[in-house]
Protein backbone atom coordinates (compact mmCIF):
# COMPACT_ATOMS: atom_id res chain seq x y z
CA UNK A 1 0.00 0.00 0.00
CA UNK A 2 1.75 3.33 -1.18
CA UNK A 3 2.04 5.62 1.69
CA UNK A 4 0.04 8.56 1.73
CA UNK A 5 0.13 10.01 5.60
CA UNK A 6 3.26 11.06 7.09
CA UNK A 7 2.72 9.24 10.00
CA UNK A 8 -0.27 7.25 11.63
CA UNK A 9 -2.48 9.01 13.91
CA UNK A 10 -1.62 5.64 16.28
CA UNK A 11 2.35 6.11 16.34
CA UNK A 12 2.01 9.90 16.32
CA UNK A 13 0.23 9.67 20.03
CA UNK A 14 2.27 7.02 21.08
CA UNK A 15 5.81 8.73 20.34
CA UNK A 16 3.91 11.87 21.59
CA UNK A 17 3.08 10.67 24.71
CA UNK A 18 6.61 8.90 25.25
CA UNK A 19 8.10 12.30 24.93
CA UNK A 20 6.06 13.92 27.42
CA UNK A 21 6.92 11.86 29.82
CA UNK A 22 10.51 11.36 28.71
CA UNK A 23 10.82 14.86 28.82
CA UNK A 24 12.54 13.89 25.62
CA UNK A 25 12.67 14.33 21.82
CA UNK A 26 11.87 11.24 20.04
CA UNK A 27 12.31 10.49 16.74
CA UNK A 28 11.77 7.84 14.00
CA UNK A 29 13.40 7.06 10.64
CA UNK A 30 9.79 5.74 8.67
CA UNK A 31 11.21 3.87 4.86
CA UNK A 32 8.42 4.01 2.07
CA UNK A 33 6.99 0.54 3.21
CA UNK A 34 5.97 2.77 6.72
CA UNK A 35 8.62 0.50 8.52
CA UNK A 36 10.55 2.06 11.54
CA UNK A 37 14.35 1.37 10.50
CA UNK A 38 15.24 3.59 13.65
CA UNK A 39 14.17 5.07 16.74
CA UNK A 40 16.18 7.95 18.28
CA UNK A 41 16.08 9.30 21.17
CA UNK A 42 17.10 13.00 22.32
CA UNK A 43 17.65 15.16 24.88
CA UNK A 44 14.52 18.31 25.51
CA UNK A 45 15.77 19.96 22.80
CA UNK A 46 17.26 17.88 19.76
CA UNK A 47 17.87 14.63 18.50
CA UNK A 48 21.77 13.13 17.54
CA UNK A 49 20.71 11.09 14.25
CA UNK A 50 22.08 8.23 13.96
CA UNK A 51 25.00 7.78 11.24
CA UNK A 52 23.27 6.66 7.52
CA UNK A 53 25.68 8.15 5.59
CA UNK A 54 25.75 11.05 3.82
CA UNK A 55 24.44 11.88 0.44
CA UNK A 56 26.69 11.00 -2.65
CA UNK A 57 27.44 14.55 -4.52
CA UNK A 58 25.79 15.53 -8.11
CA UNK A 59 23.11 12.76 -6.57
CA UNK A 60 19.28 13.64 -7.40
CA UNK A 61 18.10 10.25 -5.59
CA UNK A 62 16.53 10.75 -2.15
CA UNK A 63 16.95 8.65 0.50
CA UNK A 64 14.22 6.26 0.71
CA UNK A 65 13.39 7.71 4.28
CA UNK A 66 11.86 10.35 6.36
CA UNK A 67 12.48 11.31 10.18
CA UNK A 68 8.98 12.26 12.23
CA UNK A 69 10.04 13.68 15.41
CA UNK A 70 8.54 15.60 18.90
CA UNK A 71 9.07 18.73 19.24
CA UNK A 72 8.03 19.68 23.05
CA UNK A 73 7.62 23.32 23.00
CA UNK A 74 5.70 23.23 19.36
CA UNK A 75 8.86 25.01 17.95
CA UNK A 76 8.69 24.67 13.93
CA UNK A 77 11.14 22.86 12.39
CA UNK A 78 14.87 24.59 13.28
CA UNK A 79 17.56 25.24 11.25
CA UNK A 80 19.66 22.06 11.99
CA UNK A 81 16.66 20.11 11.20
CA UNK A 82 16.32 21.78 7.28
CA UNK A 83 19.83 20.30 6.79
CA UNK A 84 19.79 17.13 8.11
CA UNK A 85 16.67 17.13 5.28
CA UNK A 86 19.38 18.26 2.85
CA UNK A 87 22.39 16.81 4.05
CA UNK A 88 21.06 13.24 4.47
CA UNK A 89 18.19 13.75 1.48
CA UNK A 90 15.69 12.30 3.46
CA UNK A 91 12.44 12.22 1.62
CA UNK A 92 10.66 14.53 4.90
CA UNK A 93 11.27 15.67 7.77
CA UNK A 94 8.52 16.45 10.50
CA UNK A 95 7.83 17.88 13.76
CA UNK A 96 5.04 16.77 15.72
CA UNK A 97 4.10 19.66 18.46
CA UNK A 98 3.85 17.75 21.50
CA UNK A 99 0.78 19.15 23.66
CA UNK A 100 0.92 19.61 27.78
CA UNK A 101 -1.68 17.03 27.86
CA UNK A 102 0.96 14.56 25.59
CA UNK A 103 -1.27 14.66 22.76
CA UNK A 104 -0.21 15.45 18.81
CA UNK A 105 -0.72 19.15 18.02
CA UNK A 106 0.48 20.37 14.78
CA UNK A 107 2.67 18.66 12.34
CA UNK A 108 5.24 20.96 10.31
CA UNK A 109 7.38 18.95 7.98
CA UNK A 110 9.57 20.17 4.96
CA UNK A 111 10.84 18.42 1.73
CA UNK A 112 13.57 19.50 -0.68
CA UNK A 113 12.66 21.13 -3.68
CA UNK A 114 14.44 20.77 -7.25
CA UNK A 115 16.17 23.41 -8.53
CA UNK A 116 14.41 26.94 -9.36
CA UNK A 117 14.48 30.35 -10.17
CA UNK A 118 13.74 31.53 -6.72
CA UNK A 119 16.80 29.45 -5.08
CA UNK A 120 14.57 27.84 -2.54
CA UNK A 121 16.01 24.57 -1.29
CA UNK A 122 12.83 22.89 0.28
CA UNK A 123 9.09 23.33 0.68
CA UNK A 124 7.66 24.07 4.07
CA UNK A 125 4.28 22.82 5.08
CA UNK A 126 2.09 22.68 8.14
CA UNK A 127 -1.15 20.32 9.07
CA UNK A 128 -3.53 21.55 12.08
CA UNK A 129 -4.11 17.64 13.03
CA UNK A 130 -2.03 14.53 13.14
CA UNK A 131 -5.70 12.99 11.76
CA UNK A 132 -4.99 15.10 8.98
CA UNK A 133 -1.90 13.96 7.79
CA UNK A 134 -2.70 12.02 4.59
CA UNK A 135 -0.75 14.54 1.78
CA UNK A 136 -0.14 11.91 -1.08
CA UNK A 137 3.26 11.15 0.42
CA UNK A 138 4.15 8.61 -2.13
CA UNK A 139 2.94 10.43 -4.73
CA UNK A 140 4.84 13.95 -3.51
CA UNK A 141 7.66 11.91 -3.36
CA UNK A 142 7.80 10.23 -6.38
CA UNK A 143 7.20 13.47 -8.28
CA UNK A 144 9.78 15.47 -6.61
CA UNK A 145 12.51 12.38 -7.40
CA UNK A 146 11.53 12.59 -11.20
CA UNK A 147 12.09 16.56 -11.09
CA UNK A 148 15.27 16.12 -9.24
CA UNK A 149 16.53 13.63 -12.22
CA UNK A 150 14.88 15.87 -14.75
CA UNK A 151 16.72 18.91 -13.77
CA UNK A 152 20.11 16.65 -13.16
CA UNK A 153 19.53 15.63 -17.11
CA UNK A 154 18.24 19.39 -17.92
CA UNK A 155 22.49 20.32 -16.22
CA UNK A 156 23.69 17.94 -18.84
CA UNK A 157 25.88 16.57 -15.91
CA UNK A 158 28.31 14.89 -17.70
CA UNK A 159 31.82 14.13 -16.72
CA UNK A 160 32.75 17.74 -16.02
CA UNK A 161 33.68 18.58 -12.55
CA UNK A 162 31.14 21.07 -11.40
CA UNK A 163 32.36 23.78 -8.92
CA UNK A 164 30.92 26.47 -7.03
CA UNK A 165 33.98 29.05 -6.35
CA UNK A 166 33.90 30.71 -3.25
CA UNK A 167 36.58 33.36 -1.95
CA UNK A 168 36.40 35.91 1.37
CA UNK A 169 36.50 39.88 0.62
CA UNK A 170 38.94 40.42 4.01
CA UNK A 171 41.16 42.39 1.62
CA UNK A 172 37.79 44.39 0.52
CA UNK A 173 35.14 43.76 -1.93
CA UNK A 174 37.25 44.70 -5.12
CA UNK A 175 40.30 42.90 -4.61
CA UNK A 176 38.27 39.83 -3.97
CA UNK A 177 36.45 40.38 -7.05
CA UNK A 178 39.32 40.90 -8.83
CA UNK A 179 40.72 37.91 -7.56
CA UNK A 180 37.85 35.83 -8.40
CA UNK A 181 37.85 36.27 -11.77
CA UNK A 182 41.42 35.39 -12.09
CA UNK A 183 40.17 31.98 -10.06
CA UNK A 184 37.30 31.73 -12.92
CA UNK A 185 40.15 31.74 -15.45
CA UNK A 186 41.98 29.48 -13.04
CA UNK A 187 39.13 27.15 -13.17
CA UNK A 188 38.12 27.21 -16.79
CA UNK A 189 42.09 26.58 -17.90
CA UNK A 190 41.68 23.45 -15.49
CA UNK A 191 38.64 22.34 -17.52
CA UNK A 192 36.02 23.12 -14.80
CA UNK A 193 32.54 24.08 -15.24
CA UNK A 194 32.01 26.84 -13.06
CA UNK A 195 28.26 27.04 -11.59
CA UNK A 196 28.32 29.81 -9.23
CA UNK A 197 30.56 32.06 -7.62
CA UNK A 198 30.06 33.57 -4.20
CA UNK A 199 32.01 35.87 -2.34
CA UNK A 200 31.39 36.31 1.47
CA UNK A 201 31.78 38.93 3.62
CA UNK A 202 33.89 38.50 6.79
CA UNK A 203 36.11 40.80 8.25
CA UNK A 204 38.22 37.54 9.19
CA UNK A 205 38.85 34.41 8.49
CA UNK A 206 37.37 31.12 9.96
CA UNK A 207 40.33 28.82 11.69
CA UNK A 208 38.19 25.94 11.41
CA UNK A 209 35.77 26.50 8.70
CA UNK A 210 37.38 29.45 7.14
CA UNK A 211 34.26 30.64 6.03
CA UNK A 212 32.53 29.81 9.22
CA UNK A 213 30.49 26.49 9.66
CA UNK A 214 26.74 27.78 9.41
CA UNK A 215 27.65 29.76 5.88
CA UNK A 216 29.46 26.40 4.57
CA UNK A 217 26.67 24.21 5.59
CA UNK A 218 24.39 26.84 2.88
CA UNK A 219 26.96 26.22 0.64
CA UNK A 220 26.98 22.73 1.03
CA UNK A 221 23.11 22.74 0.72
CA UNK A 222 23.41 25.31 -2.25
CA UNK A 223 25.80 22.88 -4.40
CA UNK A 224 23.58 20.08 -3.73
CA UNK A 225 21.01 21.53 -5.02
CA UNK A 226 23.19 22.59 -7.52
CA UNK A 227 24.25 18.75 -8.16
CA UNK A 228 27.95 20.59 -7.86
CA UNK A 229 30.48 18.45 -7.44
CA UNK A 230 33.40 20.71 -6.03
CA UNK A 231 33.67 23.76 -3.87
CA UNK A 232 36.85 25.43 -4.98
CA UNK A 233 38.17 28.20 -2.62
CA UNK A 234 39.78 31.81 -3.29
CA UNK A 235 42.26 30.85 -1.09
CA UNK A 236 45.56 28.66 0.19
CA UNK A 237 44.00 26.31 3.03
CA UNK A 238 45.12 25.15 5.99
CA UNK A 239 45.38 21.46 6.37
CA UNK A 240 43.44 21.60 9.23
CA UNK A 241 40.36 23.99 7.80
CA UNK A 242 40.45 21.55 4.61
CA UNK A 243 40.21 18.54 6.83
CA UNK A 244 37.36 20.17 8.95
CA UNK A 245 35.36 21.47 5.77
CA UNK A 246 36.18 17.83 4.00
CA UNK A 247 34.83 16.34 7.35
CA UNK A 248 31.55 18.54 7.47
CA UNK A 249 31.02 18.10 2.99
CA UNK A 250 31.18 15.08 0.96
CA UNK A 251 32.30 16.99 -1.95
CA UNK A 252 35.62 17.79 -3.46
CA UNK A 253 37.62 20.64 -2.11
CA UNK A 254 40.16 22.01 -3.67
CA UNK A 255 42.13 25.62 -2.92
CA UNK A 256 44.00 28.14 -4.78
CA UNK A 257 47.10 26.26 -5.45
CA UNK A 258 45.49 23.09 -5.76
CA UNK A 259 44.08 24.05 -8.29
CA UNK A 260 46.94 25.67 -10.31
CA UNK A 261 48.76 22.36 -9.53
CA UNK A 262 45.75 20.27 -10.98
CA UNK A 263 46.36 22.67 -14.03
CA UNK A 264 50.13 22.44 -14.03
CA UNK A 265 49.48 18.77 -13.57
CA UNK A 266 47.29 18.30 -17.26
CA UNK A 267 49.28 20.33 -18.71
CA UNK A 268 52.77 18.86 -17.83
CA UNK A 269 54.57 16.89 -21.46
CA UNK A 270 57.95 16.70 -20.76
CA UNK A 271 59.50 13.89 -18.56
CA UNK A 272 60.71 17.18 -16.52
CA UNK A 273 57.74 18.83 -16.26
CA UNK A 274 55.86 15.61 -15.05
CA UNK A 275 58.37 15.13 -12.06
CA UNK A 276 58.27 18.78 -11.02
CA UNK A 277 55.01 19.13 -11.37
CA UNK A 278 54.51 15.44 -9.39
CA UNK A 279 56.92 16.59 -6.50
CA UNK A 280 54.81 19.70 -6.35
CA UNK A 281 51.68 18.15 -5.73
CA UNK A 282 52.87 15.58 -3.23
CA UNK A 283 54.52 18.05 -1.08
CA UNK A 284 51.52 20.00 -1.46
CA UNK A 285 49.49 17.07 -0.07
CA UNK A 286 51.52 15.68 2.56
CA UNK A 287 50.42 17.71 5.48
CA UNK A 288 46.76 17.04 4.31
CA UNK A 289 47.30 13.43 4.11
CA UNK A 290 47.64 13.51 8.26
CA UNK A 291 44.40 12.17 9.25
CA UNK A 292 42.81 12.24 12.34
CA UNK A 293 43.72 8.33 12.75
CA UNK A 294 47.21 8.91 12.32
CA UNK A 295 48.38 9.97 15.54
CA UNK A 296 46.83 6.94 17.14
CA UNK A 297 48.73 4.38 14.45
CA UNK A 298 51.61 6.69 15.38
CA UNK A 299 51.06 5.21 18.90
CA UNK A 300 50.64 1.85 17.97
CA UNK A 301 52.90 1.74 15.03
CA UNK A 302 56.00 1.00 17.13
CA UNK A 303 56.89 -2.56 15.17
CA UNK A 304 60.04 -2.85 13.27
CA UNK A 305 60.11 -0.18 10.85
CA UNK A 306 56.94 1.22 11.48
CA UNK A 307 55.32 -1.62 10.56
CA UNK A 308 52.91 -1.84 13.47
CA UNK A 309 49.77 -3.55 13.13
CA UNK A 310 47.87 -0.18 13.76
CA UNK A 311 48.83 1.09 10.30
CA UNK A 312 46.17 3.20 9.11
CA UNK A 313 45.48 3.35 4.70
CA UNK A 314 46.61 6.90 5.76
CA UNK A 315 49.81 5.97 7.52
CA UNK A 316 50.79 4.51 4.38
CA UNK A 317 49.32 6.62 1.93
CA UNK A 318 51.54 9.02 3.87
CA UNK A 319 54.96 6.86 4.02
CA UNK A 320 54.41 6.45 0.00
CA UNK A 321 54.19 9.72 -0.58
CA UNK A 322 57.60 10.75 1.27
CA UNK A 323 59.57 8.25 0.15
CA UNK A 324 58.28 8.81 -3.72
CA UNK A 325 58.84 13.06 -2.90
CA UNK A 326 62.61 11.34 -1.76
CA UNK A 327 62.76 9.78 -4.89
CA UNK A 328 61.21 12.75 -7.30
CA UNK A 329 64.15 14.90 -5.57
CA UNK A 330 66.96 13.02 -6.38
CA UNK A 331 65.95 12.67 -9.70
CA UNK A 332 65.59 16.49 -10.08
CA UNK A 333 68.74 17.15 -8.20
CA UNK A 334 70.82 14.74 -10.70
CA UNK A 335 68.71 16.67 -14.02
CA UNK A 336 69.49 20.35 -12.59
CA UNK A 337 73.60 18.85 -12.41
CA UNK A 338 73.26 16.94 -15.32
CA UNK A 339 71.81 20.50 -16.56
CA UNK A 340 74.52 22.44 -14.73
CA UNK A 341 76.87 20.50 -16.71
CA UNK A 342 75.85 20.99 -19.82
CA UNK A 343 75.95 24.68 -19.22
CA UNK A 344 79.35 24.46 -18.25
CA UNK A 345 80.11 22.46 -21.12
CA UNK A 346 78.97 25.22 -23.50
CA UNK A 347 81.02 27.30 -21.50
CA UNK A 348 81.02 30.95 -22.77
CA UNK A 349 78.14 30.93 -25.37
CA UNK A 350 78.44 32.47 -28.37
CA UNK A 351 74.84 33.25 -28.64
CA UNK A 352 73.65 35.48 -26.02
CA UNK A 353 70.06 34.50 -24.86
CA UNK A 354 66.76 36.63 -24.64
CA UNK A 355 64.43 34.79 -22.16
CA UNK A 356 60.65 35.96 -22.37
CA UNK A 357 58.87 36.15 -18.61
CA UNK A 358 55.98 37.35 -17.70
CA UNK A 359 52.20 36.71 -16.08
CA UNK A 360 50.52 33.85 -17.31
CA UNK A 361 48.23 34.66 -20.33
CA UNK A 362 50.13 37.91 -21.14
CA UNK A 363 51.35 36.49 -24.71
CA UNK A 364 54.52 35.44 -24.07
CA UNK A 365 54.53 32.19 -26.77
CA UNK A 366 52.78 34.68 -29.29
CA UNK A 367 55.44 36.82 -28.78
CA UNK A 368 58.24 33.73 -29.45
CA UNK A 369 56.19 32.72 -32.76
CA UNK A 370 55.61 36.10 -33.98
CA UNK A 371 59.60 37.09 -33.93
CA UNK A 372 60.65 33.12 -34.85
CA UNK A 373 57.68 31.97 -37.20
CA UNK A 374 57.72 29.17 -35.08
CA UNK A 375 54.15 27.56 -33.69
CA UNK A 376 54.51 26.72 -30.11
CA UNK A 377 51.15 26.46 -28.45
CA UNK A 378 49.28 29.59 -27.39
CA UNK A 379 46.08 29.95 -26.17
CA UNK A 380 43.83 31.62 -24.30
CA UNK A 381 44.14 29.31 -21.30
CA UNK A 382 46.45 29.98 -18.23
CA UNK A 383 49.59 28.56 -18.25
CA UNK A 384 49.75 27.11 -21.78
CA UNK A 385 53.22 26.56 -21.88
CA UNK A 386 55.02 24.73 -19.10
CA UNK A 387 57.89 23.01 -20.58
CA UNK A 388 60.82 26.12 -21.60
CA UNK A 389 61.04 26.42 -25.80
CA UNK A 390 64.23 27.81 -27.39
CA UNK A 391 64.10 29.42 -30.97
CA UNK A 392 66.86 31.20 -32.53
CA UNK A 393 66.55 34.97 -33.73
CA UNK A 394 68.31 36.88 -36.28
CA UNK A 395 68.81 40.17 -35.67
CA UNK A 396 70.08 42.91 -38.35
CA UNK A 397 73.84 42.25 -39.03
CA UNK A 398 73.69 38.76 -38.74
CA UNK A 399 73.91 38.79 -35.31
CA UNK A 400 71.91 35.88 -33.81
CA UNK A 401 70.37 35.53 -29.96
CA UNK A 402 68.61 32.46 -28.46
CA UNK A 403 64.87 33.93 -27.33
CA UNK A 404 63.58 31.03 -24.68
CA UNK A 405 59.87 31.34 -23.93
CA UNK A 406 58.85 30.03 -20.21
CA UNK A 407 56.10 29.14 -17.80
CA UNK A 408 54.12 31.87 -16.80
CA UNK A 409 54.06 33.47 -13.78
CA UNK A 410 50.76 33.99 -11.53
CA UNK A 411 50.09 35.35 -8.35
CA UNK A 412 51.02 33.78 -5.06
CA UNK A 413 52.85 31.18 -6.94
CA UNK A 414 52.74 28.63 -4.87
CA UNK A 415 55.96 28.09 -3.07
CA UNK A 416 56.47 24.37 -3.45
CA UNK A 417 55.78 24.83 -7.63
CA UNK A 418 58.31 27.61 -7.49
CA UNK A 419 60.92 25.14 -5.81
CA UNK A 420 60.16 22.37 -8.00
CA UNK A 421 60.42 24.12 -11.12
CA UNK A 422 63.58 26.05 -9.94
CA UNK A 423 65.52 23.49 -12.41
CA UNK A 424 63.35 24.56 -15.15
CA UNK A 425 64.04 28.58 -13.86
CA UNK A 426 67.30 28.06 -13.25
CA UNK A 427 67.92 28.48 -16.80
CA UNK A 428 66.89 31.88 -16.54
CA UNK A 429 70.21 32.60 -14.82
CA UNK A 430 71.87 32.12 -18.37
CA UNK A 431 69.55 35.21 -19.48
CA UNK A 432 71.09 38.24 -20.40
CA UNK A 433 68.13 39.89 -21.04
CA UNK A 434 65.24 39.16 -19.83
CA UNK A 435 61.72 40.54 -21.56
CA UNK A 436 59.29 41.02 -19.33
CA UNK A 437 56.20 40.40 -21.53
CA UNK A 438 53.03 42.37 -19.81
CA UNK A 439 49.30 42.31 -20.85
CA UNK A 440 48.65 45.62 -21.00
CA UNK A 441 45.20 44.90 -21.87
CA UNK A 442 44.54 43.64 -18.62
CA UNK A 443 42.97 46.04 -15.93
CA UNK A 444 45.32 43.83 -13.56
CA UNK A 445 48.05 44.26 -14.86
CA UNK A 446 50.34 46.73 -12.56
CA UNK A 447 49.56 43.99 -9.80
CA UNK A 448 50.47 41.03 -12.28
CA UNK A 449 54.15 43.22 -13.07
CA UNK A 450 54.55 43.44 -8.77
CA UNK A 451 53.33 39.22 -8.69
CA UNK A 452 55.91 38.98 -11.63
CA UNK A 453 58.73 40.53 -10.34
CA UNK A 454 58.76 39.33 -6.94
CA UNK A 455 59.35 35.73 -8.44
CA UNK A 456 62.24 37.09 -10.36
CA UNK A 457 63.51 38.72 -6.83
CA UNK A 458 62.95 34.81 -5.47
CA UNK A 459 64.73 33.33 -7.83
CA UNK A 460 67.46 35.95 -7.74
CA UNK A 461 67.10 37.12 -11.45
CA UNK A 462 66.19 41.33 -10.48
CA UNK A 463 70.07 42.18 -11.55
CA UNK A 464 69.59 40.56 -15.43
CA UNK A 465 68.82 43.59 -17.62
CA UNK A 466 65.13 43.67 -18.01
CA UNK A 467 62.88 45.34 -20.46
CA UNK A 468 59.01 45.51 -20.19
CA UNK A 469 56.91 44.94 -23.51
CA UNK A 470 53.13 46.05 -22.99
CA UNK A 471 51.96 43.60 -24.96
CA UNK A 472 48.25 43.20 -26.94
CA UNK A 473 48.00 47.29 -27.13
CA UNK A 474 45.74 46.19 -30.23
CA UNK A 475 43.24 46.07 -27.25
CA UNK A 476 43.48 49.48 -26.04
CA UNK A 477 42.21 52.64 -26.96
CA UNK A 478 44.80 54.93 -29.28
CA UNK A 479 46.53 57.24 -27.32
CA UNK A 480 46.00 54.80 -23.90
CA UNK A 481 48.53 56.15 -21.39
CA UNK A 482 51.34 53.23 -20.03
CA UNK A 483 54.11 53.43 -18.15
CA UNK A 484 56.79 55.07 -19.82
CA UNK A 485 59.43 52.35 -19.26
CA UNK A 486 58.76 49.93 -21.78
CA UNK A 487 58.15 49.10 -25.59
CA UNK A 488 54.47 48.90 -26.83
CA UNK A 489 54.02 45.94 -28.68
CA UNK A 490 51.24 43.88 -30.32
CA UNK A 491 52.08 40.24 -30.91
CA UNK A 492 48.99 39.59 -32.55
CA UNK A 493 49.55 42.66 -34.73
CA UNK A 494 53.14 42.35 -34.83
CA UNK A 495 53.14 45.75 -34.32
CA UNK A 496 55.91 47.36 -32.41
CA UNK A 497 58.63 44.92 -33.24
CA UNK A 498 61.16 47.41 -34.69
CA UNK A 499 61.36 49.31 -31.56
CA UNK A 500 61.38 46.18 -29.76
CA UNK A 501 64.14 44.40 -30.93
CA UNK A 502 66.30 48.21 -31.62
CA UNK A 503 65.93 48.19 -27.51
CA UNK A 504 66.97 44.54 -27.02
CA UNK A 505 69.47 44.82 -29.21
CA UNK A 506 71.07 48.06 -27.68
CA UNK A 507 71.07 46.12 -24.11
CA UNK A 508 72.80 43.31 -25.29
CA UNK A 509 75.22 44.59 -27.40
CA UNK A 510 76.20 47.98 -25.65
CA UNK A 511 75.75 46.76 -22.01
CA UNK A 512 78.86 45.29 -22.36
CA UNK A 513 78.33 41.36 -23.03
CA UNK A 514 81.16 39.30 -24.07
CA UNK A 515 80.82 39.54 -27.55
CA UNK A 516 79.71 42.98 -27.76
CA UNK A 517 80.40 44.59 -30.89
CA UNK A 518 79.50 48.28 -29.97
CA UNK A 519 78.74 49.69 -33.16
CA UNK A 520 76.70 52.67 -34.04
CA UNK A 521 73.29 51.31 -33.95
CA UNK A 522 72.09 52.04 -37.50
CA UNK A 523 69.86 49.37 -38.17
CA UNK A 524 67.95 47.85 -40.73
CA UNK A 525 64.77 46.20 -40.76
CA UNK A 526 65.82 44.13 -43.31
CA UNK A 527 65.42 40.81 -41.35
CA UNK A 528 63.09 38.10 -40.87
CA UNK A 529 60.72 39.52 -38.09
CA UNK A 530 60.99 42.81 -39.59
CA UNK A 531 59.88 42.04 -43.06
CA UNK A 532 56.46 40.91 -41.51
CA UNK A 533 55.47 44.33 -39.59
CA UNK A 534 56.71 46.15 -42.46
CA UNK A 535 53.28 45.56 -44.00
CA UNK A 536 51.37 46.51 -40.75
CA UNK A 537 50.07 49.75 -40.75
CA UNK A 538 51.44 51.76 -38.37
CA UNK A 539 48.87 52.23 -36.33
CA UNK A 540 49.88 53.74 -32.85
CA UNK A 541 47.33 52.14 -30.41
CA UNK A 542 49.46 54.03 -27.57
CA UNK A 543 50.97 56.72 -26.43
CA UNK A 544 54.72 54.35 -28.07
CA UNK A 545 55.56 53.95 -31.03
CA UNK A 546 54.02 51.36 -32.45
CA UNK A 547 54.55 52.14 -35.86
CA UNK A 548 56.40 49.88 -38.10
CA UNK A 549 58.55 52.49 -40.31
CA UNK A 550 61.97 52.35 -40.08
CA UNK A 551 62.01 55.69 -39.70
CA UNK A 552 60.33 55.39 -36.25
CA UNK A 553 63.84 53.88 -35.22
CA UNK A 554 65.19 57.12 -34.90
CA UNK A 555 62.24 58.50 -33.51
CA UNK A 556 62.37 59.73 -29.71
CA UNK A 557 62.35 56.96 -27.44
CA UNK A 558 60.61 56.35 -23.73
CA UNK A 559 63.92 56.53 -21.52
CA UNK A 560 64.96 53.16 -20.73
CA UNK A 561 65.53 52.82 -17.57
CA UNK A 562 68.02 49.37 -18.04
CA UNK A 563 69.84 51.44 -20.20
CA UNK A 564 71.73 53.05 -17.19
N1 LIG B 1 44.55 40.84 -28.80
C1 LIG B 1 45.72 40.27 -28.57
N2 LIG B 1 45.78 39.02 -28.06
C2 LIG B 1 46.99 38.49 -27.83
C3 LIG B 1 48.19 39.18 -28.10
N3 LIG B 1 49.21 38.37 -27.76
C4 LIG B 1 48.68 37.23 -27.30
N4 LIG B 1 47.33 37.28 -27.35
C5 LIG B 1 46.38 36.24 -26.94
O1 LIG B 1 46.52 35.97 -25.57
C6 LIG B 1 46.32 34.59 -25.30
C7 LIG B 1 47.50 34.02 -24.56
O2 LIG B 1 48.61 34.00 -25.39
P1 LIG B 1 49.85 33.06 -25.10
O3 LIG B 1 50.89 33.45 -26.09
O4 LIG B 1 49.44 31.65 -25.01
O5 LIG B 1 50.24 33.58 -23.66
P2 LIG B 1 51.42 33.04 -22.72
O6 LIG B 1 51.97 34.24 -22.02
O7 LIG B 1 52.36 32.21 -23.50
O8 LIG B 1 50.58 32.20 -21.70
P3 LIG B 1 51.04 30.93 -20.80
O9 LIG B 1 51.92 30.06 -21.60
O10 LIG B 1 49.72 30.33 -20.49
O11 LIG B 1 51.69 31.51 -19.59
C8 LIG B 1 46.10 33.93 -26.64
O12 LIG B 1 44.72 33.78 -26.81
C9 LIG B 1 46.67 34.92 -27.62
O13 LIG B 1 46.04 34.86 -28.88
C10 LIG B 1 48.09 40.51 -28.64
O14 LIG B 1 49.05 41.20 -28.92
N5 LIG B 1 46.84 40.99 -28.85
MG1 LIG C 1 52.88 30.32 -23.30
Known amino acids: MPQNEIISPELARHLSELARELNRQLGVLINRKG ?22 AGQFRLRGLRLVHTHLKGEPLTHDDLTDLALLRLDLIAAIAVRPDGLPGAIDYAHLLAENPKGELWKLDRLAHVNAADIGLGQLIAGLESELSRSAKAQKIGDRE ?11 RQAAEESM ?6 AHSAGVEVLDCLIQARREVDQRYFIGRGKLQDLVLRSMQKMATMIIFDADLLPSQARHIADETSLKILDRTQLI ?26 PRLVGRDTSLSRLMGGGVGGRGPGETKLEID ?40 GYTNAGKSTLLNALTHSDVLAESKLFATLDPVSRRLRFPREREVIITDTVGFIRDLPADLVNAFRA ?11 LHVIDASDPRFEEQCAAVEKILGELDLLSTPRLRVFNKCDLLPKGTALPPDGVAISAVERSGFPTLLERAERILWREGHSDALVTN ?7 APDDETDSVPGDATCDFDVSDTPDDLNAPRVPDALDG
Open 35 to 56: EIESLVVGDSSRLMLPDIGRAR
Open 162 to 172: RAILVGLSTRG
Open 181 to 186: AELREL
Open 424 to 434: TLEELQQADLL
Open 318 to 357: RRRARERINALEKKLRSIADSRAIRRQKRGRRDLPVISIV
Open 521 to 527: ASLSTDD
Open 261 to 286: LDIFAARATSADGKLQVELAQLKYLM
